[in-house]
C-alpha cells in the first residue's frame, strides 16, 4: 500500500480552492498560522482545539535505550515532546468513517 502524506502545499491547495484565496495568500496564511501554534505550544505548554483536540508539551527524562540491531544500550537524553490527544468527536469520526 502506498503511503501519501498531507502536505502543507496539499493544504495550501485546499484553501485556495474552497475559499478563493491566491495561493499566495493561502501559503502566507499556512505559515502563519503553523509560526502562531508553535511560538503558543512553547510559550503556554498547551493548546486546546475544541472538537478537535489537545496539543501538550511533555517533559521525557533521560533513560537507557537499546539499538535492536546491534543491541548496544545507550543513554538517551532528556527531552520534550509534542502529544496530541484527540476529542472525542474526531475519535468518533474516525472510527465510524
Same mark, same amino acid.
Given at each position: ?5 498531507? =502536505? !502543507?502545499?496539499?493544504? %495550501? ?5 474552497? @475559499?478563493?484565496?491566491?495561493? +499566495?495568500?493561502? /501559503? %502566507? @496564511? ?12 512553547? *510559550?503556554? *505548554?498547551?493548546? *486546546?482545539? /475544541?472538537?478537535?483536540? =489537545?496539543?501538550?508539551? !511533555? ?7 537499546? +539499538?535492536? *540491531? %546491534? ?15 484527540? /476529542? =472525542? @468527536?474526531? !475519535? ?6
Amino acid at each position: 500500500m502506498l503511503k501519501k502524506n498531507f =502536505t !502543507k502545499k496539499n493544504l %495550501t491547495t485546499k484553501i485556495h480552492k474552497n @475559499l478563493g484565496f491566491s495561493k +499566495n495568500i493561502s /501559503s %502566507t @496564511l499556512i505559515d502563519n498560522f503553523f509560526h502562531t501554534f508553535n511560538a503558543e505550544l512553547i *510559550k503556554e *505548554k498547551q493548546i *486546546k482545539i /475544541s472538537s478537535f483536540g =489537545t496539543f501538550f508539551v !511533555k517533559q521525557k527524562k533521560e533513560r537507557l535505550g537499546r +539499538n535492536p *540491531k %546491534t543491541k548496544i544500550e545507550s543513554k538517551i537524553s532528556a527531552r520534550k515532546v509534542v502529544i496530541f490527544k484527540p /476529542s =472525542t @468527536l474526531i !475519535k468518533y469520526k474516525v472510527n465510524n468513517k
